[in-house]
């Protein structure tokens, strides 16, 4: 793992995650699957932590208190009073996408060599190189979930799969 890669994992990530959110409002976002899971501003807030979090290992000085994020680490918001407004969380989403994006560009091989501030697996050879692998592999799992609470939402998927040549020519 290097840090381009990171760094192009971490472009692709807020990609599908932009197309994802596209025209989902603060409601629909507060929509709780049926059978349990997260609602869209859950999972939203869970990705705005996690990057205050990366910006923190990177050496960065994150625009946003992690402390102000609590109610995105584990436990689903289930009520709108525990859901901070998802345009807020959009704009520090964008914020902080631009933020990592520059310090995983400055990256050395020195810094993704040192010992990690935590490991969420309890390895106790965590980097901070493997534990933003990891958190990059964690980012796209929660990418895929808010496509799927797109729909749940009633909305059109965002991403779709490319038409094959037989069907795109009858």
């Known amino acids: 793992m290097n840090a381009q890669t990171l760094q192009y994992q971490h472009g692709i990530s807020g990609f599908v995650i932009e197309k994802n959110i596209y025209g989902l409002t603060h409601d629909e ?12 501003n ?4 869970h990705i705005v932590r996690t990057r205050i979090q990366q910006a923190q290992m990177l050496g960065l ?3 946003y208190a992690i402390e102000d994020y609590n109610a995105y680490d584990t436990a689903p918001v289930t009520d709108a009073s525990q859901a901070m407004s998802w345009n807020t969380l959009v704009e520090q989403f964008r914020a902080l996408q631009s933020q990592v994006d ?3 560009g400055k990256l050395t091989t020195e810094q993704m060599a040192a010992r990690a501030p935590f490991s969420p697996t309890n390895n106790p050879d965590e980097t901070i190189g493997s534990l933003l692998a990891g958190l990059s592999y964690h980012e796209a799992y929660h990418a895929g979930q808010l496509g799927l609470l797109r729909r749940v939402v009633g909305k059109k998927g965002a991403i779709g799969s490319p038409v094959p040549e037989e069907v795109a020519s009858s």
């Open 61 to 63: 000085q994150p625009p």
């Open 29 to 40: 976002s507060l929509t709780q699957p049926t059978a349990y899971g997260n609602c869209l």
């Open 42 to 45: 859950w999972v939203m807030g």
């Open 102 to 104: 520059e310090g995983l």
